[in-house]
């Protein structure tokens, strides 16, 4: 099955930009009439039917709506420190768009190396691994920001009823953390977020203010796994708990 | 922490390659009497002194033993058919290398577009990404062989006692498949192997075999995951569930 991106869509009608309009009409040789399966972006999926085969603008008729297709029982935001390489980071993006994320916020640590991160890139891995993976919605990129003001702009603990936030770092030693399975299993909120530092991890101010902001810490098992790999682990605990 | 990979020890001397010896003389700095970690990719991590700061051919005695140090407790086989493009593959050993396993087998498929597959660059990356995620063992890359050798070769089902073997595939419609939480949950089994298919999916035939061979079908969730992403995900569920 293979699925276009409408950039416009109004329920009726879905008009393909000119990349999407080149594959579905240079590529795949579909033409006026033919059925093909569009996403608006926002979590419905249209069947339609071909009625401009313009290779530059190709527009389609929908038949039928499919409204949160491919979508998954819970709302998960992962906030990600950029690695210092940039393929790193969006990878991530791809895999925790396969596995099922709604939003990716590139949160910019202390100790983070990379301190400034464009996302025109990530976003278009983000679409072209939701129409890979089957879903409907595209994932939001949201700009980067610093893990202070990310924290400071959720809500306060006492405010904190419905949703899950988490944070994963590796102070050694450190006691208090429950694995990210334990913090899943102990709770029924659909809101989840989950915070994940860079190589450097956090300061200790940064996980103090997670902290006083509801943030759970949790751990991710025994092994040292790399910023990346973490933000992957932590959306696929998540996608095999409540998926 | 920083660990060296040793090619030769006989648990009283370590002796690192040109490469490494390198990367710890030249880059690092170390010189004669420092403290430096060792690995001898089979499980034993090796506090030494060093005895020889040659950049090409370095030498330490070891102070003290780690037998099993960063391991895990199950043995996990993933063999997974190698993707078209070979940095998705190399991105799964990494991966499957940081969350756990000991061996993975590229098989080759019926339906595989990528019928060879050179271990040369894979082994490289797992003993890399060993070292980064603390462990001393560095996992196993074995030779290509088809999806119906490897099968064959291992035991019959009546045979299969203190093992888990499961075969992940996308068959629509069938409905005989658990989740891969829910095999991992039903079974006490140390000895885990999980098959993962090429992007076309493995043949009936295949299959069939598997399941003749004690192999359990199970699904890896709703979403439509790439095969090297599926690998990972069944890796981590491994290491979720049992690490």
Not at 15 to 21: F, H, Q, T, V, Y
């Amino acid at each position: 099955m293979e699925l276009f991106y409408a950039y416009d869509s109004d329920g009726r009608h879905c008009r393909l930009d000119s990349d999407e309009s080149g594959h579905c009409v240079r590529v795949l040789r579909h033409r006026v009439g033919d059925e093909i399966h569009v996403i608006d972006g926002c979590g419905t999926m249209f069947r339609c039917r071909l009625t401009d085969d313009n290779p530059k603008s190709a527009e389609a008729g929908v038949l039928e709506a499919f409204p949160g297709w491919g979508g998954h029982p819970y709302r998960l935001t992962v906030a990600c420190c950029p690695t210092k390489n940039n393929d790193r980071f969006e990878w991530f993006v791809e895999k925790a768009t396969e596995v099922g994320v709604d939003r990716i916020v590139p949160v910019i640590g202390e100790r983070s190396e990379r301190k400034v991160y464009k996302t025109d890139r990530a976003y278009r891995i983000a679409l072209s691994a939701t129409k890979q993976s089957l879903k409907a919605r595209i994932p939001e990129i949201a700009e980067p920001l610093s893990v202070k003001d990310f924290i400071c702009r959720s809500e306060p603990a006492e405010q904190v009823k419905e949703s899950l936030k988490l944070i994963a770092y590796c102070f050694e030693g450190d006691t208090r953390r429950i694995s990210i399975q334990e913090a899943l299993a102990a709770s029924t909120a659909t809101d989840i977020t989950i915070l994940i530092g860079p190589e450097g991890d956090f300061s200790p101010e940064e996980a103090r203010l997670a902290i006083e902001h509801g943030y759970i810490p949790v751990h991710l098992g025994a092994s040292r796994l790399r910023t990346e790999t973490a933000a992957v682990v932590a959306a696929t605990a998540v996608y095999l708990a409540r998926g």
